[in-house]
């Protein structure tokens, strides 16, 4: 093992991140790059905790207003889709050798574990990974918020954010405008006042409020995750 610069993180993967070439659902090969990149930094002896959102399935504001659905049930929809992509996660994990869990904030015993603190830590104290699904369990929350309530709650030193092919925090979207100039590093208040979009106010105001830095970087970028444990400067550092 080598001298990780953080001992226990939280990371946080966009739903959108599992498309791959698809426009639906869940492609294997990003999932199975995600479970290489975990495992690096597992032989690290970092403890790791995953969110992963259900965009790839269905996105809880806009699919319910398409459908005329009401917020709630979308919602609720959505973190059922976040079980999905946990599930299929772990079945990556597996299969390259990794003890994981999934604990789920709404119970379904059949499909993963209840959603609890002690066990949650527990889990990683031995080196398992553990994959937070479910969101929060109740509607009006993103999966944002969920990360930084779990990071929270764990005690984790960081917070990963994993984007689909953005490589940190841009003073506009880089997408839509090419002279958008990327942040190095900025503070949690940055991202209030300045509404950047690049997660929501809650999540930021949690993070801020437990000193918990954020590191926003892509994941499509190989071994991001042991650049960020050797202690290089990628994406954008979120702090005070």
Do not use: W
């Not at 789920?104 to 699904?133: C, D, N, W």
């Not at 309530?149 to 506009?172: F, H, Q, T």
């Amino acid at each position: 093992m080598s001298n990780p610069k953080y001992k226990r993180v939280l990371l946080k993967v966009s739903g959108e991140a599992l498309l791959g070439s698809q426009e639906f659902g869940i492609d294997y090969e990003p999932v199975e790059m995600m479970a290489h990149e975990i495992k690096t930094i597992l032989d690290m002896g970092v403890q790791v905790a995953v969110v992963v959102g259900g965009g790839n399935i269905f996105r809880g504001m806009k699919n319910s207003a398409k459908l005329g659905m009401d917020r709630v049930s979308g919602d609720y929809i959505g973190m059922l889709a976040t079980v999905m992509n946990a599930v299929a996660l772990q079945s990556a994990l597996k299969k390259a050798d990794i003890d994981c869990r999934v604990q789920s904030a709404i119970t379904m015993r059949q499909i993963a574990e209840p959603y609890i603190r002690h066990r949650a830590i527990r889990h990683l104290e031995k080196g398992r990974v553990v994959i937070f699904a479910a969101g929060t369990g109740n509607p009006f929350f993103t999966t944002d918020t969920a990360a930084a309530l779990r990071a929270s709650e764990i005690d984790a030193e960081a917070m990963l954010m994993a984007k689909n092919g953005v490589d940190g925090v841009y003073d506009d979207d880089p997408r839509v405008n090419p002279n958008a100039k990327k942040l190095d590093n900025i503070k949690y208040s940055d991202i209030l006042h300045n509404d950047l979009k690049v997660m929501d106010s809650s999540a930021c105001t949690l993070c801020e409020q437990n000193n918990i830095p954020i590191i926003v970087f892509d994941f499509n970028a190989k071994d991001s995750l042991k650049k960020i444990m050797d202690g290089e400067k990628i994406g954008t550092y979120v702090g005070k």
